[in-house]
Nanobody
Framework: QVQLVESGGGLVQAGGSLRLSCAAS????????MGWFRQAPGKEREFVAV???????YYADSVKGRFTISRDNAKNTVYLQMNSLKPEDTAVYYC????????????????????WGQGTQVTVSS
């Protein structure tokens, strides 16, 4: 079972930036789509961004143009660069690995991701 460990969350003012990292264990990282999801208090978990095994990124409309997902297969790490943060971005952010090897296309549902990190809190103050 792969282990995913997120880091980089914190408290930031509106308009600021944060960079989340997710380090994965194992030797098959490069074969899987990796994603970021988030869950705000009282809300369901929602899709934020994914990067598939061939490095194509996909974003939720709410973060498009502000967030950038990337991956470094040599380091088994996926990143989420978050710029122009808004109070509505406040949530626990989760890193996840797809359950299917080399899946290139969505839809990107959280139920399709079988491995999850513990989450990292992002709080954006107004």
């Amino acid at each position: 079972q792969v282990q995913l460990v997120e880091s980089g969350g914190g408290l930031v003012q509106a308009g600021g930036s944060l960079r989340l990292s997710c380090a994965a264990s194992g030797r098959t990282f490069s074969s899987y789509t990796m994603g970021w999801f988030r869950q705000a208090p009282g809300k369901e978990r929602e899709f934020v961004a994914v990067i598939n095994w061939s490095f194509s990124p996909y974003y939720a409309d709410s973060v498009k143009g502000r967030f950038t997902i990337s991956r470094d297969n040599a380091k088994n790490t996926v990143y989420l660069q978050m710029n122009s943060l808004k109070p509505e971005d406040t949530a626990v952010y989760y890193c996840a690995r797809d359950s299917v090897v080399k899946r290139s296309w969505g839809p990107w549902r959280d139920t399709d991701f079988g491995s999850w990190g513990q989450g990292t809190q992002v709080t954006v103050s107004s």
